[in-house]
Nanobody, 119 residues
Framework: VQLQASGGGLVQPGGSLRLSCAASGSIFKINPMGWYRQAPGKQRELVARITVGGSTNYADSVKGRFTVSRDNAKNTVHLQMNNLKPEDTAVYYC??????????????WGQGTQVTVSS
């Protein structure tokens, strides 16, 4: 199983970015999918997560600004980030709990995509 993330970049404060992550490989089910981030000198933290049924949870710091969504048919998850702040600067990692066709479950991470919020 591989997770391929895309969509990071440099944006000014108040701007928007959309991250996407596509899972590929031997996949029967993915539940949940989500995003973590890690800023320099800080621990990796949960940003947002969504279940196969559409239930979501967010870090308090991003509530009202970020929206996580998924396309179950395409095994993809997205993170729409609005009103970005300098403190959102971090490497963002896609994360997924994948059950394979042989009913083996494991957690997987994408390669990380840099988001920089700066004027």
């Amino acid at each position: 199983v591989q997770l391929q993330a895309s969509g990071g970049g440099l944006v000014q404060p108040g701007g928007s970015l959309r991250l996407s992550c596509a899972a590929s490989g031997s996949i029967f089910k993915i539940n949940p999918m989500g995003w973590y981030r890690q800023a320099p000198g800080k621990q990796r933290e949960l940003v947002a997560r969504i279940t196969v049924g559409g239930s979501t949870n967010y870090a308090d710091s991003v509530k009202g600004r970020f929206t996580v969504s998924r396309d179950n048919a395409k095994n993809t998850v997205h993170l729409q980030m609005n009103n970005l702040k300098p403190e959102d600067t971090a490497v963002y990692y896609c994360n997924a709990a994948v059950t394979s066709a042989t009913e083996i479950s494991d957690w997987y991470w994408g390669q990380g995509t840099q988001v920089t919020v700066s004027s």
